[in-house]
């Protein structure tokens, strides 16, 4: 089966600060596609990002980046000279091998409450 | 903002009731999925519609069902509703067989009385 942890329930930082997401997650598939969605209060969920598990590369998009080690399942999220507009529910999903990296199949994390004060 | 328009934003139904809800999909998109989001929870995966046909279903029992129409647009209706059944309904548009992401509908709220 698989599973996607989020620890931090909620994180408070205050703007400018760096911030790491956690997300640690659970498969017995050698194929499968790890994202990350911001939700913001309005509730549609806005793709951040899409990682297959083939590509351990990190990324870097502005102020956002990202860490995938398959060596710990981890896929951490971190945003640098936070914002008050970065506050949201940030949520770490992971694919079944089948789904092709599309939105079908997901497992979510809980998700991780991102207040940054200004 | 996502082309992936949801109707109605909010709803209110009573226990034992049925209730429909309606997803218009991203234009150029073939396939569609809905989820079910508690409070305070992750988004949880009901079933895909692709070719106006079921393409794999998460952990949901049989009372909830879907349609997808020739234009791609989706219906989830939701037989004998529950208390529990009170949530955000999500659904996201995708092209199969495509590497482009999917968009999320801002979704429809729904609580059971």
């Known amino acids: 089966a698989q599973k996607v942890t989020q620890a931090q329930t909620e994180i408070s930082v205050v703007e400018k600060e760096d911030v790491t997401l956690d997300c640690v997650y659970e498969?017995?598939?050698?194929?499968?596609?790890l994202f990350w969605y911001k939700q913001p209060p309005s509730g549609e969920l806005v793709f951040l990002i899409r990682?297959?598990?083939?590509?351990?590369q990190n990324e870097i998009s502005g102020r956002y980046s990202w860490n995938f080690q398959k060596s710990t399942s981890s896929f951490n999220f971190t945003i640098t000279a936070s914002q008050v507009v970065d506050s949201a529910v940030y949520f770490c999903a992971l694919s079944d091998p089948y789904s092709g990296g599309g939105a079908d199949g997901l497992t979510f994390g809980k998700g991780t409450h991102l207040i940054i004060q200004p | 903002e996502t082309g992936v328009t949801q109707s109605p934003t909010h709803l209110i139904k009573t226990r034992g009731q049925q209730v429909t809800l309606r997803c218009s999909s991203q234009?150029?998109?073939?396939?569609v999925s809905w989820y079910q989001q508690a409070l305070g929870q992750g988004p949880q995966f009901i079933f895909q519609y692709y070719r106006e046909e079921e393409n794999g279903r998460g952990n949901f029992p049989p009372r909830f069902s879907g349609l997808q129409f020739p234009n791609y647009s989706s219906e989830l209706n939701v037989n004998a509703l529950e208390l529990d059944d009170s949530a955000l309904y999500l659904c996201a548009s995708s092209h199969e067989g495509s590497e482009t992401e999917a968009f999320f509908g801002q979704g429809t709220r729904l609580t059971v009385v």
């Open positions: 498969t017995r598939d050698t194929t499968y596609y």
């Open positions: 234009s150029g998109h073939n396939t």
């Open positions: 990682r297959n598990s083939f590509d351990e």
